[in-house]
């Protein structure tokens, strides 16, 4: 009975053993921040309840962790427990870093859920680094670093991507455009003034950083000391977008540019 219920009713893990009928499915994919690689070693807590009590995997059955920064490993639970699962290590992969690195530096916004839904998108697109932005007409500047960290973690997991962006706490405008560090800058803006499409503008190699500001845009000024410290001054389209949605434009056409 218990057999002919599964199948008529499958658990994720029922689905899990039966793939080998059909397609076979992608391994599960967890996050360990501190992947320390041996032929054999135990689980975080947090990981190990997911794996033991949310996917109910059992002895045998293969997943798959990484810590964010290149290092994915396929693994097989030797013994199940929900507070220390110990696996055996069966493959280990370095996955490099992409030649471009997106950065985005994005306004903070009232609506919380719009910024932990780009946080989510833009993770899932692929950037490597997102910079809260506190601009002269920012108007939240309240920021929780653990929950927005734990919604990347997730995305990337949920995308079976090996790197986690980097998460910076909220910068000032003024401290973040004298930055050295990126080889292509670009500032989006609604003023009216001479700009070109960012498709356009888009080299294919180097660090790049891209400026999204807050709901009532940038003011002139931050404009104009953007454009002294080589900003490129660019714009996402002809029609108003809201930051996130703005944001989202520019993952897209930027992670474009990376295939160009």
């Known amino acids: 009975m218990r057999h002919l219920f599964s199948i008529l009713s499958p658990t994720l893990s029922d689905l899990y053993r039966l793939s080998f009928i059909t397609k076979k499915m992608p391994l599960p994919f967890f996050f360990e921040e501190n992947l320390n690689p041996q032929p054999t070693f135990k689980l975080s807590e947090e990981t190990s309840k997911h794996v033991i009590q949310v996917l109910r995997m059992k002895k045998g059955e293969e997943l798959q962790l990484t810590d964010g920064k290149g290092l994915l490993l396929t693994c097989q639970i030797l013994y199940e427990h929900k507070k220390a699962t110990e696996v055996k290590l069966l493959a280990t992969n370095h996955l490099p870093r992409p030649?471009?690195?997106?950065?985005?530096?994005?306004?903070?916004i009232k609506n919380n859920s719009r910024f932990e839904w780009f946080l989510e998108k833009a993770t899932?697109?692929?950037?490597?680094?997102?910079?809260?932005l506190i601009c002269e007409r920012t108007e939240k500047q309240r920021f929780r670093y653990d929950r927005m960290k734990a919604i990347l973690i997730s995305a990337m997991l949920q995308s079976q991507q090996a790197w986690l962006p980097l998460l910076s706490e909220p910068i000032k405008f003024s401290e973040l455009i004298t930055d050295p560090s990126y080889q292509q800058k670009y500032i989006a803006h609604c003023i009216e003034e001479e700009k070109n499409l960012l498709s356009k503008e888009i080299f294919q190699?180097?660090?790049?950083?891209?400026?999204?500001?807050?709901?009532?845009d940038f003011t002139k000024d931050e404009v104009d000391e953007a454009l002294q410290n080589n900003f490129i001054p660019v714009s996402l389209g002809s029609t108003r977008l809201r930051t996130e949605t703005a944001g989202i434009v520019a993952c897209v056409l930027l992670n474009d540019g990376k295939y160009m």
């Open 124 to 132: 899932e697109i692929g950037v490597s680094a997102i910079i809260p």
């Open 205 to 216: 190699a180097g660090k790049q950083l891209i400026l999204i500001g807050p709901e009532g």
């Open 99 to 108: 030649t471009t690195q997106i950065s985005i530096a994005i306004s903070l």
